[in-house]
Structure formats: C-alpha cells, structure tokens
C-alpha cells in the first residue's frame, strides 16, 4: 500500500526558508513522477513541482520559479521541496503526490495528507 507523509511546514516570517520532506512507502520515488502542490484558503489546490515519470525533467510553477527545488533522495525515498524567499502568498497547505505518468492533477493517484506552511508578513 502507497503512503506519502509529508513533515517539515510551520510559521516562517517572509524572507525565510522552510524545507518541505515526503517520505515514500509503497513506491520508488526514482520510479515514479513525483509532485508537489498546495492549496491556500479559498482557493483550489494548485502545481508547485515535479519531476516527470523518468526524472529527466523538472517542472516549476511561474510563482516560485527560482525561489523553490524539488529533489529527491533515492537512499531515503524521500522528495524534498526547498523553499527560499517565502512570501505570504505562499501560505497554504502543502501536498505531495505520485503517479505512473504525472502531469495535471487527475493523473496523481496517491496523495499525502498535506502539511500547513503560513508565511507571515
């Protein structure tokens, strides 16, 4: 059974760096396209990163273009998420996620339950 467990959110003032951990069981992360979204209050959930299904290619949304990596450690089965320069629009609910293909949202089957980033100004 697939289980994606997210840890590493919490309060940081803006200008600051948090780093987001999913820890994989189930699933080869190396194998899988392996993504990141987040959701922030009233809004739907939307892209954050990826990796493609083969991990030769890495995607970011416009918004944290620059300011946010994605990785990936094989040893540990874990996706990272980097995130530099925070800014308080990027307070949301942050979720990993994995499929056999990737892409938009509907091809993710296995989601983790989410952790809280607030970014304070």
């Known amino acids: 059974q697939v289980q994606l467990v997210e840890s590493g959110g919490g309060l940081v003032q803006a200008g600051g760096s948090l780093r987001l951990s999913c820890a994989a069981s189930?699933?080869?992360?190396?194998?899988?396209?392996m993504a990141w979204f987040r959701q922030a209050p009233g809004k739907e959930r939307e892209f954050v990163a990826r990796f493609d299904w083969s991990g030769g290619s890495i995607y970011y949304a416009a918004p944290v273009r620059g300011r946010f990596t994605i990785s990936r450690d094989n040893a540990k089965n874990t996706m990272y998420l980097q995130m530099n320069s925070l800014k308080p629009e990027d307070t949301a609910v942050y979720y990993c996620a994995a499929g056999s293909v990737g892409g938009p949202q509907y091809k993710y089957d296995s989601w983790g339950q989410g952790t809280q980033v607030t970014v304070s100004s």
């Open positions: 189930g699933l080869t992360v190396t194998s899988h396209s």
